[in-house]
């Protein structure tokens, strides 16, 4: 049998065979690399801060949507609004159900500062989603966090091997609130996890995710784990980190930011800035860097040639 079945479609998509092993967590995985480093994930969220949701069980290719049991028509058009429109798109299904029926649920989530919401709707048809609102203004809302664990084995095998075993434990509390989910970013932090409809990322998460799930329960953030919050631009993510860090600020809403000034860090490659954040005793000042790692590395289990990260660095916290 050749590598492509009809069409073209890479043997991965297709109904009549099985997805091809993933192979198991050796030496050589990226996330293994990863954690054997040290590598931090903060200020590594995605900038899009509103999604679409598509249950859709079955195999993912490398482009999960168009490499799907999705209406191929549909999925190149799907594509091109969620382009305009700023909105990314994220294929779920539900934990260990991978072959199953699917329920044909979609969702729209709004990250947004002062927005935060998610919406549950159910389609017909995969065209019904070219013309249904994305603004919330349809469907039901979800009444606490959502749950997506990256487990895109067609993407990077690490976050298969990690990602599928910590979405089917993850102790949330309905079987709605957790989703197995397309590419979220950072294959070298798997398992990645996405918890809507605030946006935070979370990195190389331990054991079944509990610790994770405890703090959203209490509306917070895990702090050792955090990525990010998706839609800030990246030296907003690292103050927050650190400023998080500094007077143990761990509510969801906590510092918010309240603008960002580029500073000169006189050193080619370097760049820094000064990120002021409001905080309940005044604005808060978080001076921070960024660099490249000092070695280059395999990102991902499937890159050919290594390359280097940007990493980040805390420099001064003040009160303004």
Not at 88 to 115: F, I, N, Q
Not at 249 to 256: E, H, K, R, T
Not at 289 to 302: D, W
Request: proline share 8%.
């Amino acid at each position: 049998m050749t590598a492509t079945g009809p069409a073209g479609k890479d043997d991965f998509c297709r109904a009549d065979v099985p997805a091809r092993p993933l192979g198991r967590l050796d030496a050589t995985r990226c996330s293994v690399q990863a954690l054997e480093r040290g590598d931090s994930g903060v200020a590594t969220a995605a900038p899009v801060s509103r999604w679409l949701l598509i249950e859709q069980p079955g195999p993912w290719g490398r482009q999960a949507l168009l490499q799907s049991r999705f209406d191929a028509r549909v999925a190149r058009l799907l594509t091109e609004r969620a382009q305009r429109e700023g909105v990314r798109v994220l294929l779920v299904r539900r934990p260990g159900d991978r072959l199953a029926d699917s329920g044909r649920r979609w969702a729209y989530a709004d990250g947004r500062l002062g927005r935060e919401g998610l919406w549950w709707s159910v389609r017909s048809a995969d065209s019904d989603l070219l013309t249904a609102p994305w603004d919330g203004s349809v469907g039901e809302p979800a009444r606490g966090p959502t749950y997506l664990v990256c487990t895109h084995g067609g993407h990077d095998a690490c976050c298969a091997l990690r990602g599928r075993p910590l979405a089917r434990a993850l102790p949330a509390p309905g079987p709605t609130d957790v989703w197995e989910c397309s590419h979220l970013g950072g294959d070298r932090f798997a398992a990645n996890m996405l918890v809507l409809p605030h946006g935070f990322y979370y990195g190389q998460v331990p054991g079944d995710g509990g610790l994770v799930v405890a703090a959203h329960d209490r509306d917070e953030v895990a702090l050792p784990w955090l990525r990010g919050r998706a839609g800030l631009a990246a030296p907003v993510q690292a103050a927050q980190h650190y400023a998080r860090e500094e007077f143990g600020a761990l509510g969801v809403d906590d510092l918010p930011p309240i603008r960002v000034d580029p500073q000169d860090a006189g050193e080619p490659g370097v760049e820094r800035w000064a990120v002021a954040l409001a905080h309940a005793a005044g604005t808060v000042v978080v001076t921070v860097e960024s660099r490249p790692s000092p070695e280059a590395v395999h990102l991902t289990c499937q890159a050919t040639t290594p390359g280097r990260a940007r990493t980040w660095h805390r420099l001064s916290l003040s009160r303004g």
